[in-house]
């Protein structure tokens, strides 16, 4: 078979496939119309997860699952804008790492609201403004995201979903590297970089701003200002970039947080994981005994960190993450154990435990 061949084949599959699209996009459209009458849920994240699940079973190659994945994200992106046009709020401005986590959830079809802080993605979703939110919660070089801990103990919103982004540092300027004098970036991204600006730039300023994209913004226009971001946000801003890859350790990775105000059905087929967080009394062996309820149910706990109260001394919330949906009768079970034991108990969430 030839060349021209093997277009024309490609052609008539592009035909074949735009039609089934189509087909497809007018079935959303028909559900999002059945929903409206009945005032149903416009995204359910486990029947989504239950669907690429599925489709990555079933998918023998040489398409590779990650490009199946990202494909059919954006399918489903552009099937739910048919039913209701969708708005998250995500930690801004554009191209920071958490608006890229974002895109890679939600598709690019579904309105993004940038948001300059964290606290104001929180508040964003909590008055309705937009439907729901993404925030970084951990890194895998510099911890947890603290601002996003704190919040989650405050809010009344539930996590409904997570998602797991590689992060590669970039050193963003327009002036050379001998004439920087400042390195901006948020906290975290600092943090991941550590190394590396102390032995490139030993005797630079380091100061922390709300975002990388924040920071790429001012050193677009401020001589002598660095910025740790990605290569995008240089790119979108204009900023040159002097070195790529600058993070610690090489496998750099952030999980960020899905933000809704009604909590998510189990997954079909299982694979949910729970977030919740207690306050202890202090005393001797009350965090064993805590953890107790879960391991006498076989409860695997995939998480468990610590973050001062900020209202005594010495007091500490507990937050824990485990396999299963908080609708199981053995994660139920545990729970309401865990509340008999302990002053302050709070579900944070339920949510597909997917990695992708």
Not at 101 to 122: E, N, W, Y
Not at 261 to 278: K, N
Request: charged residues 25%; proline residues 6%.
């Amino acid at each position: 078979m030839n060349l021209s061949d093997i277009r024309k084949q490609i052609d008539e599959l592009d035909t074949e496939i735009l039609k089934r699209l189509n087909a497809r996009a007018e079935l959303a459209q028909q559900v999002g119309e059945c929903k409206a009458k009945s005032d149903g849920v416009y995204y359910v994240p486990g029947r989504e997860e239950a669907l690429l699940a599925r489709l990555a079973k079933r998918n023998k190659g040489p398409l590779p699952q990650d490009g199946l994945r990202a494909i059919y994200k954006e399918i489903i992106s552009a099937c739910t804008a048919q039913q209701k046009m969708l708005s998250i709020a995500y930690l801004g401005p554009e191209a920071t790492y958490t608006h890229q986590a974002a895109l890679k959830h939600f598709g690019r079809s579904l309105t993004m609201r940038p948001m300059p802080t964290i606290p104001d993605v929180f508040a964003s979703v909590e008055r309705g403004d937009v439907d729901f939110g993404v925030v970084p919660i951990e890194n895998s070089t510099e911890g947890a995201v603290f601002h996003s801990m704190d919040m989650l103990v405050e809010c009344d919103l539930k996590i409904i979903g997570q998602i797991y982004l590689p992060i590669s540092q970039c050193l963003l300027s327009n002036s050379p590297l001998e004439k920087i004098k400042k390195v901006i970036s948020k906290d975290v991204a600092l943090g991941q970089c550590r190394e590396w600006l102390n032995r490139n730039l030993p005797d630079v300023e380091l100061l922390a701003v709300n975002s990388t994209a924040k920071a790429a913004q001012d050193a677009a226009k401020t001589p002598g200002v660095a910025a740790v971001a990605s290569e995008l946000a240089g790119e979108l801003y204009g900023v040159n970039v002097l070195a790529r890859g600058i993070q610690d350790r090489s496998e750099n990775v952030t999980r960020f947080l899905v933000l809704g105000r009604e909590p998510a059905a189990p997954t079909p087929g299982g694979q949910d994981r729970t977030s919740l967080v207690f306050f202890l009394k202090d005393e001797v062996g009350t965090l064993e005994k805590s953890l107790e309820p879960f391991s006498s149910r076989g409860i695997s706990l995939c998480k468990i960190e610590s973050r001062p109260s900020r209202k005594k001394l010495w007091e500490y919330y507990f937050f824990v993450d485990c396999l299963g949906h908080r609708d199981e009768p053995k994660i139920a079970q545990a729970f309401e154990e865990l509340a008999q034991r302990c002053p302050f108990v709070k579900w944070l969430g339920s949510y597909p435990n997917v990695r992708n």
